[in-house]
């Protein structure tokens, strides 16, 4: 499970280039940029 959000996820893109990769964005204000391949920490909060 990936932590990074302090409140409600509202959305999840992933990359169209690579199944790995991902953003979300929540009702924290906070856009975070995953990469699968690096393990469960954010790579840019």
Do not use: N
Not at 1 to 21: L, N, R, W
Not at 33 to 43: C, H, I, K, S, T
């Amino acid at each position: 499970i990936y932590q990074g959000h302090e409140d409600t996820v509202e959305d999840v893109q992933f990359c169209p280039s690579s199944a790995q990769q991902f953003c979300s964005v929540g009702d924290d204000s906070c856009l975070i940029l995953w990469d699968a391949r690096v393990g469960l920490a954010p790579v840019i909060k």
